[in-house]
């Protein structure tokens, strides 16, 4: 196998197709395509030169045109493999033509001079053309070795942030974890109290009726501690339907009318027109019922409780606004935490629960302190559906 072209890798811009790295110095080996290639453009070249020889000088329109045939296969010599090849190509174009030129033309000096300098623009045109495409094939190899490094920082970056994930998810079970065990714990030291008296054989039958009734609190407790962290870690698939916000905040004001009127708390709803939304019904309802009895307890001396739906930027908006205590700041970044509860006998998985279910549906749960007094809770729903222009809307969200 003949190598061709032998130049430093340094200053080389091959085809990747045919260069081969070898000793330090870079080897084009043709590989059968480009050995067909070249041999085709050789042929054009020969059959361009035969036609020359072979058309008489009086079809002086023939000529010209068969001259300038010859930068075809120049062209592509210089595109396809570099200046050299143009060089090569505007070579043997040359010398194939210049004996034609010399005899067929001595006594036609203005056209043999022309012909002269056709030649030139031979290698002119191969030269330019094959700098250029050099160039081109360089940058394209750029291009590709950076291509080539940025995924491989990619890819390095995507396995960072797997393991951070992964170790992130270890820490929130970590949390997870205690925050159970913390919470299990003290029912179970209540239900153990309660068995040992109870096992007494002379215990009095209205204490025996106590601790039975403190045992089974105490297990109601357990399982409603479970239930939740169970919702809370295998939540449900959102069961989607178009839903109108506006019948959202009423059937949760409805649900919610006896509670907050027993603690002295007012609902109000402020309605804005806004679009539909494309949600689990259900689910939303319970976010905004926790919301709205959450409410309800921070307001110990009663008050106004705000519920109202608004549009911006893409969503559409649920504020639950009171006017209670309000959240210590220090608390604000952790009230949806698992297990972080500051009211006694509370589980502290409701918000928890509750800011999963939004991020279930595409969107997402704030919470901000009110200027004068109490805390407003947003619950951000993304606008996805558009219904039709006349189209009725039967599906809506009942109490």
């Known amino acids: ?125 191969a030269g330019i053309t094959g700098v250029l495409s050099d160039q081109e094939r360089g940058y394209r190899q750029k291009i590709e070795e950076t291509a080539s490094r940025l995924s491989t920082t990619y890819k390095e970056l995507h396995d960072s942030l797997e393991q951070l994930r992964r170790a992130d998810r270890l820490s929130a079970l970590g949390e997870l974890s205690a925050g159970l065990a913390h919470e299990i714990r003290n029912p179970l030291g209540a239900l153990d109290g309660a068995v040992q008296i109870l096992s007494r054989t002379r215990l009095p039958e209205q204490e025996r009726q106590e601790f039975a009734a403190m045992a089974e609190k105490e297990v109601s407790r357990l399982n409603s501690i479970l239930t939740n962290f169970l919702e809370f870690a295998r939540p449900h698939a959102p069961d989607r339907v178009v839903v109108e916000p506006g019948m959202l905040l009423e059937s949760v004001s409805l649900l919610a009318s006896e509670t907050a009127k027993m603690a002295g708390a007012i609902l109000q709803i402020e309605a804005d ?34 519920l109202r739906s608004r549009q911006e930027k893409g969503f559409v908006l649920l504020d639950v606004t009171d006017e209670g205590v309000g959240i210590p700041e220090e608390n604000l970044e952790r009230i949806f935490d698992p297990f972080f509860t500051t009211r006694t006998g509370g589980t502290g998985l409701g918000l928890s629960i509750a800011y999963q279910i939004v991020n279930g549906h595409g969107g997402h749960l704030s919470a901000v302190n009110n200027p004068a007094s109490g805390a407003t809770f947003t619950v951000f729903l993304p606008i996805t559906y558009e219904p039709p222009v006349g189209t009725c809307i039967t599906q809506r969200a009942m109490a």
């Not at 190598?3 to 085809?15: C, D, G, L, M, R």
């Open 1 to 125: 196998m003949a190598y061709h072209f032998f130049v430093p890798t340094s200053k080389a811009v091959v085809h990747p197709e045919f260069a081969v790295e070898h000793a330090g110095l870079t080897m084009l080996k043709p590989s059968g395509k480009w050995r067909l290639r070249a041999a085709f453009l050789v042929l054009t070249i020969a059959v361009i030169s035969v036609l020359h020889y072979e058309t008489p000088t009086s079809y002086y329109w023939a000529h010209p045109l068969l001259q300038r045939t010859y930068y075809i296969p120049i062209l592509f010599m210089a595109l396809w493999f570099g200046w050299r090849g143009g060089l090569a190509a505007a070579l043997l174009s040359a010398f194939s033509y210049l004996p034609h030129l010399a005899m067929a033309w001595r006594l036609h000096p203005e056209y043999r001079f022309a012909g002269y300098v056709e030649i030139a623009m031979f290698f002119v045109i």
């Open 273 to 306: 027109r806004v679009p539909l939304v494309h949600v689990d019904s259900e689910q939303i309802k319970q976010v905004l019922l926790n919301l709205v009895l959450n409410a309800v307890q921070a307001m110990p001396c009663g008050g106004r409780i705000v």
